[in-house]
């Protein structure tokens, strides 16, 4: 009698660990709902442009999910978008979930200024190199950026309006 309550005690800890397990992933993730710019559904978000849901979301206002290569591999598993990495700010600075890389600051003002961070020793980024840098992960020098960067396979008009978007992170627009 014994060794069978024992193996229930285990069975049942171990349905509570995955419940618990279950319910923090939801947690730690959340749910979001992705809507198109300007819509007001109760509940979601609301966003003003193609770039900032893009930014948020990974998707962009036709509702096609951005498909990209390389980035963290939990990226595949769940989604992602810039603000995954980069912060909703676009101030990066905290290392990547389960990485050790830390995302840079991709504000607008910050990536076109002369002086980088140290290590960075390239030139200053132009509209076309931040362009080039979220679909190819180049930098301006033409150096591959980090592998925990994605490369976008976006339309061109869906890069120019993410562009767009990273100039209002800091008032430029």
Request: charged share 20%.
């Given at each position: 009698?014994?060794?069978?309550?024992?193996?229930?005690?285990?069975?049942?800890?171990?349905?509570?660990?995955?419940?618990?397990?279950v319910?923090?992933?939801?947690?730690?993730?959340?749910?979001?709902?992705?809507?198109?710019?300007?819509?007001?559904?109760?509940?979601?978000?609301?966003?003003?442009?193609?770039?900032?849901?893009?930014?948020?979301?990974?998707?962009?206002?036709?509702?096609?999910?951005?498909?990209?290569?390389?980035?963290?591999?939990?990226?595949?598993?769940?989604?992602?978008?810039?603000?995954?990495?980069?912060?909703?700010?676009?101030?990066?600075?905290?290392?990547?979930?389960m990485?050790?890389?830390?995302?840079?600051?991709?504000?607008?003002?910050?990536?076109?200024?002369?002086?980088?961070?140290?290590?960075?020793?390239?030139?200053?980024?132009t509209?076309?190199?931040?362009?080039?840098?979220?679909?190819?992960?180049?930098?301006?020098?033409?150096?591959?950026?980090?592998?925990?960067?994605?490369?976008?396979?976006?339309?061109?008009?869906?890069?120019?309006?993410?562009?767009?978007?990273?100039?209002t992170?800091?008032?430029?627009?």
């Amino acid at each position: 009698m014994s060794s069978r309550v024992s193996w229930l005690v285990v069975v049942a800890a171990a349905v509570v660990a995955g419940v618990v397990l279950v319910v923090c992933v939801a947690l730690f993730f959340g749910a979001y709902v992705v809507t198109r710019p300007g819509s007001d559904v109760a509940g979601s978000e609301t966003y003003v442009s193609n770039g900032q849901l893009i930014y948020f979301t990974g998707s962009n206002e036709r509702g096609e999910r951005i498909p990209f290569e390389g980035g963290p591999n939990w990226l595949y598993m769940r989604g992602g978008s810039c603000a995954t990495c980069h912060g909703a700010d676009g101030r990066g600075g905290a290392p990547v979930m389960m990485g050790t890389d830390v995302p840079s600051d991709i504000r607008y003002h910050h990536l076109i200024e002369e002086e980088h961070e140290e290590g960075e020793e390239h030139p200053p980024f132009t509209d076309e190199t931040i362009k080039r840098a979220i679909t190819l992960g180049l930098n301006p020098a033409g150096e591959p950026l980090d592998l925990t960067m994605p490369r976008w396979h976006m339309s061109n008009q869906d890069v120019e309006d993410v562009l767009e978007f990273l100039k209002t992170l800091n008032g430029e627009h």
